[in-house]
């Protein structure tokens, strides 16, 4: 069982503002950076990740991986 602590998306009103496009590889490494933030905010040090059966780890969830890790991230 699991439960959401945080969340961002490119649809909240600050970042719509902010990013050209909401639905390219350079949105979901902001998205990655803000939800870094969010829980270095809460003390969370680490969070899980895992693709769905046929998912690739490449382009945008690459790049929102990648945020994560940059910014200190510890992944399961």
């Known amino acids: 069982m699991s439960t959401t602590v945080i969340a961002a998306s490119s649809q909240e009103k600050l970042l719509?503002?902010?990013l050209p496009n909401t639905v390219d590889v350079a949105a979901a490494a902001k998205i990655g950076q803000i939800l870094a933030e969010r829980m270095k905010l809460k003390e969370i040090p680490a969070v899980a990740f895992e693709l769905e059966r046929g998912e690739r780890y490449h382009g945008k969830w690459k790049a929102l991986v990648d945020s994560l890790?940059?910014?200190g991230v510890k992944l399961i």
Do not use: K, P, Y
Request: charge should be neutral; avoid cysteine; charged fraction near 65%.
């Open 69 to 71: 890790r940059d910014s």
């Open 16 to 18: 719509r503002g902010e």
